[in-house]
């Protein structure tokens, strides 16, 4: 894949930081693809800055796993094996399932019409086979639940994985309307309505699970890849 990648331009200091936020919120939302191929000029042009708080940025991101740097500069999106997904995959469903069961004890009416609002995007994104767009609705709605759980350090565990699974979600495009088969929004939102822990954190682990089983079947693995794509 290798469109070009759009980021705001930065303004203010700390730059570094700001440059940070972007290209981690970017990668966790698959807006880059596995094995994809990164510049620091690139980047920096994109975001209107200098190539020091990219290159910043990029060591930070380097240490999360989120990225590898080449002996040649170049930045790459990291490919996963099939045992690293696995074991990516064991522990999302490990603590999206808690966060999703504490969050149906504190969840707000609000937050609950809000989920509901998305499901119904996240359907007709399907519909539309909108890769792009059901993908970022299905971060909002993960994450519109895991902020209800008010367990900062179990969201952050779970953004780190998500930091490494995020960029495989683009596989999710060879045929994103086929997620309706294993979607399970409306399980999730019910058994939150109900203040049903054990229900929601149910529905959550099945979502993951179904999401995964389509990914196994759709995405290409370090242990079985073909050449990487180019990208900024």
């Known amino acids: 894949m290798t469109e070009q990648v759009v980021f705001e331009k930065l303004e203010r200091d700390p730059l570094h930081e700001r440059v940070h936020r972007e290209l981690r919120s970017a990668i966790i939302a698959a807006r880059f693809?596995?094995?994809?191929?990164?510049?620091?000029?690139?980047?920096?042009?994109?975001?209107?800055?200098?190539?020091?708080?990219?290159?910043?940025?990029?060591?930070?991101?380097?240490?999360?796993?989120?990225v590898t740097a080449l002996a040649n500069g170049t930045i790459s999106i990291p490919l996963l094996t099939r045992a690293q997904f696995d074991e990516l995959i064991e522990l999302r469903i490990l603590l999206e399932g808690?966060?999703?069961?504490?969050?149906?004890?504190?969840?707000?009416?609000?937050?609950?019409?809000?989920?509901?609002?998305?499901?119904?995007?996240?359907?007709?994104?399907?519909?539309?086979?909108?890769?792009?767009?059901?993908?970022?609705?299905?971060?909002?709605?993960?994450?519109?639940?895991?902020?209800?759980?008010?367990?900062?350090?179990?969201?952050?565990?779970?953004?780190?994985?998500?930091?490494?699974?995020?960029?495989?979600?683009?596989?999710?495009?060879?045929?994103?309307?086929?997620?309706?088969?294993?979607?399970?929004?409306?399980?999730?939102?019910?058994a939150l309505r109900r203040a049903d822990g054990r229900a929601a954190r149910a529905a959550m682990e099945a979502d993951v699970a179904g999401g995964a089983a389509f990914l196994k079947r759709t995405a290409v693995f370090a242990d079985a890849a073909p050449a990487p794509p180019s990208g900024p």
């Open 33 to 66: 693809a596995p094995g994809q191929k990164l510049t620091v000029r690139a980047i920096s042009a994109a975001f209107g800055v200098s190539t020091m708080p990219v290159r910043a940025a990029f060591a930070r991101l380097a240490a999360e796993k989120a």
């Open 98 to 190: 808690v966060a999703t069961e504490k969050a149906a004890r504190l969840i707000t009416p609000e937050a609950i019409e809000a989920l509901t609002r998305i499901a119904s995007g996240l359907n007709e994104a399907a519909q539309a086979n909108n890769a792009d767009g059901y993908l970022q609705l299905n971060q909002q709605f993960k994450f519109t639940v895991f902020q209800a759980a008010r367990a900062p350090a179990l969201e952050d565990l779970i953004e780190r994985l998500w930091l490494q699974i995020g960029p495989f979600m683009r596989h999710y495009a060879a045929d994103i309307r086929g997620q309706r088969d294993t979607d399970q929004y409306e399980a999730v939102i019910t």
